[in-house]
Nanobody, 125 residues
Framework: QVQLVESGGGLVQTGGSLRLSCAAS????????LGWFRQAPGKEREFVAR???????TYYADSVKGRFTISRDTKNTVYLQMNSLKPEDTAVYFC???????????????????WGQGTQVTVSS
């Protein structure tokens, strides 16, 4: 059974940092691209960042470029380092896996095959 489990969310002040983790199990995630999305109350789920199976390719939403860094290790875990956080970064953050092995800058949620349950990030002003 495929599982993605996020952790690391919490409450932080504006300008602070958080590191999210997502542990994947039950599949051959070493060959999947992994991504992060977020969803604020009353808004649609939006793309944040994506990393290729090798870790050699990354892609970011303009709103987080230069502040967030996505990375992965060899043990099926993907990370999202979030610096210089802003109140508008407040959302539930989800990790997702895309079984496509060819690199693409997939930003639509429907392009991902597996999803975690999400972790809440709240940035206070």
């Amino acid at each position: 059974q495929v599982q993605l489990v996020e952790s690391g969310g919490g409450l932080v002040q504006t300008g602070g940092s958080l590191r999210l983790s997502c542990a994947a199990s039950g599949g051959t995630f070493s060959s999947y691209a992994l991504g992060w999305f977020r969803q604020a109350p009353g808004k649609e789920r939006e793309f944040v960042a994506r990393i290729s199976w090798s870790g050699g390719n990354t892609y970011y939403a303009d709103s987080v470029k230069g502040r967030f860094t996505i990375s992965r290790d060899t043990k099926n875990t993907v990370y999202l380092q979030m610096n210089s956080l802003k109140p508008e970064d407040t959302a539930v953050y989800f990790c997702a896996a895309d079984r496509t092995t060819v690199w693409r800058t997939s930003t639509r949620a429907e392009e991902y095959d597996y999803w975690g349950q999400g972790t809440q990030v709240t940035v206070s002003s």
